[in-house]
């Protein structure tokens, strides 16, 4: 309780030895009365005798107030826990229905039937909402007061208690005019996907809140940004543009609290790729730095091509920094300060760094000791590669080096070990095999995703969030407590976090809203409601069970974001020489040689061997798990003036799993700048686009192969020292064989039907309305039967109501003098006859508390003119089953 704002309130109270054991014989004592809560509500007292007051009395004292307050305090907890349960209801209803439309099947199917489901209105739309869009009071203004201050009627708003409302993240939606109608387009095909997905799910929310009585917003929000509300209100709109207006779930603390679990991250940001304002990795940055929770640590290293600088470090070595506000904030304005830098990144001194801050912050208890995660963020390639593409390069190990920095320091963080999330922004290849091998090589749950130009930066990163969302689980989270953007004052959120069955990767968070006003009414008074939650979030936050999902879930999270990592069939315990795949047989020559060299040394080995020739995805699994990881030759390449030719004399014929990048570009630059021929290397970075160009004199790993029909077979691959997937038993480093039917792509018929989709409803007007009439009662033709009315002429019905008020208030004063008479002379009688009055429990309120309860909800008419339930109404639809449904709010 030590962390209550306490309001100090004096009493006094009377005790008498033959009443009160704990007071001094024969005398009366006064008590001072230490309210710890609000003075208004139910008070947890504590007692502070007198100085006079012997040591035996204050003891019994001091054990009297502390039973009190302990049994305040659990009374308050059983009933916050009550009506925290009772959100969980509602909570649940649309959870479930949430993580049903957002599967990746059930996205892919929503697109076909789109546009035939009613259309949905958009928070921004200037008319959509119609005339069901009223004032009502079923959600009122708490604690800000200029909300809708401008308005006769402050506390209530405009709602729409028969439709969700969606809102996107600003700049998503744009206009597209067909006639005199502006219909809302959603350009976004992966946000549209879900606002499709999001109709299966519209009319849950008004069930659930209609069952469960809610007095506050009820939602769910996808990770691209995409969230419905209910009940449906508008957003504030001052420009004609939709541009400016929306909303970002992703930075909200609600969203924060149930995506994201407690983490120690540190960021590495490649300066050199600050070359544009149109870069997404920056702003990307910031948005995350912004919605880090509070009990996140946290630092930057700015990586340049000279260093890597912890920035606002306070000190050697730096360590993290809790993420509060305040340097929160400090932290975001660095990084909108820092220069572009030249040259290209030391990345491997950056990592290295990284590690050292993670541990030394533990060591220092600098550490909310749950995931620890390094989230990378590239353009460019590290600045070891500039040898490693040059003309005769003696050998190039950079990626190597890089990976055997982070193995090493991996091994030294115990067994909270480091998850790595690498994005990289452009078309660098070099930068793509660095990233992607430093994922792969790493001993925790670790994923690599590439950023896309168009990507909004608000959910660019949304690997780094699947990665925090591992130490979370699908139960409900608690948020700290903030003010409502739609004037429901101080709440908090229980907020649910929602996974896809398969890859255990975040789809969307749901989440039902709690007044602070509505805990204390519950648990009695403001402080208390704060007292409890707060006790709440810290249980929450005690534990740490981080997930480390399985090979195959990993794999999963890879193959959506850019391609599964290879198997390893290399190093310690892996002593095969050979390894079969179909009627070939590959081996490895871990010479540093030139592609010439490296053809002959193949040729040596017997008769039929040579550079391996990779014509299907089956070898190039195979042999992506024994190369190097800067590349090991196979047997294509492309002379001067030629395009790229296998050594059998075919022409290449680019196939899925080979090149990511226009490799032409690399081979050009080779034959005019290098006047050199151009040669494939194959890495580790993955099964698929793990290709890559180099001059063919520099001096790389090679890949040989013999068939199996060869007549020396048997004495280049011993059978007992071969390889064979369909035989061998071995324990795979990441699985290749995992079923990823739940990631492959939709169907060319459903995504042809996204892009014809339109399923947010059309502006029919083109005018647009103030924040004021948008949001607030009072001052449009449609608000319904509590639309503001106001007159400054005298009428006879005011004068009769001024009387009524009038004798109303002279009744009271009167009854108020009848009663205080009627006390004192009571008390009187009392003291005469030695009567003592009976004790009352100190600081207790015995007024109830406010009756919210539907009868005594302020409706726009009285309940005796509500709609009468019938059977079928006059449209033929079933009869409202709830009071929302019978009234015209």
Known sequence: MSNVNATTVHATLSCHANELPFCPPTHISSIQVIPLLDQQDDALCALNPPSNMPFASAKSLLFLALFGTTALISHANDRFDKLYNEKIEALSDVSSQLINA?????????????????????????????????????????????????????????????????????????????????????????????????????????????RHKLRSWLYVASKTGLMMTFPGTAHGRTEPSLQTCGFVPMIRPWYIAAAS??????????????????????????????RLRRDDYVAVIAVSGENAEVLLSSGSPSILRKADESFKETLVQ?????????????????????????????????????????????????????????????????????????QAKQARMGERKVSIVAFTEGMNN??????????????AASVWQQVQPNKSSDSALSAYTDIGSLTQTSREYTSDIYIDGFGLGDIFTIARPMYERETNALVGVSGVDITITEVADRVGGRDAARAVIEDKIRKERRSCSPRKPDSCAQQKLRARYGGICADVLVGEKRSWKCYRAGSSLFFRSEALTSWEEARANCQTLGSGADLAVLDNDGKNELVAAISAYDGSWIGLRAEQNKELEWISGSPFEKKGFSFNFDYEIDINRLHEKELIDACVAVDRRGTSGNWNIGPCDSKRMAICEVKTTAENVSSICPQDNTFDRRTTVYEPVHRVDCDLSETVKCSEDEETALENANPLCPDRSSGGRSEFDRRCCGGRSDTGPTQCQTTDKKSSSGAVIGGAVGAVIVVGLAASIAIIFFRRKRKAKRVEGQESPPLEAPCADSSPPPDRSEDNLQLPFPKTQAPKPSSMDVNGSKPPNDLYDGLDI
Do not use: W
């Open 102 to 210: 957002l599967e990746p099947a059930a996205r892919c199917r929503a697109a076909q039937n789109c546009n035939d489901i009613d259309c949905l209105p958009n928070a921004c739309s200037h008319d959509s909402f119609g005339k069901e869009y009223k004032c009502s009071n079923l959600l009122q203004t708490v604690g800000q007061p200029d909300f809708c201050s401008r308005s006769c009627d402050s506390q209530n708003r405009l709602l729409n208690l028969r439709t969700s409302t969606l809102t996107t993240p600003p700049g998503t939606l744009r206009y597209k005019r067909k006639g005199r109608i502006e219909n809302i387009e959603v350009p976004n095909l992966e946000l549209r996907r879900d606002v499709c997905a999001f109709k299966r799910i519209h009319s849950f929310l008004a069930e659930a809140f209609n």
């Open 334 to 406: 660095a990084v909108h300060r820092l220069p572009p830098s030249s040259g290209q990144p030391v990345m491997k001194e950056a990592i290295e760094k990284a590690f050292d801050i993670l541990q030394e912050s533990e060591k220092q208890q600098q550490s909310s000791l749950c995931s620890r995660i390094i989230v990378i963020l590239a353009g460019n390639a590290p600045a070891c590669f500039k040898e490693c593409n040059k003309k005769s390069s003696s050998g190039c190990t950079c990626t190597a080096d890089i990976v055997t920095a982070v």
């Open 261 to 290: 679990g407690s983490k120690d991250v540190v960021f590495l940001f490649d300066r050199t790729s600050l070359t544009t304002t149109e870069k997404v990795l920056p702003k990307a940055l910031v948005s995350e730095l912004e």
């Open 430 to 443: 070099d930068a793509q095999r660095m990233a992607r091998s430093i994922v792969c090589a790493s001993d």
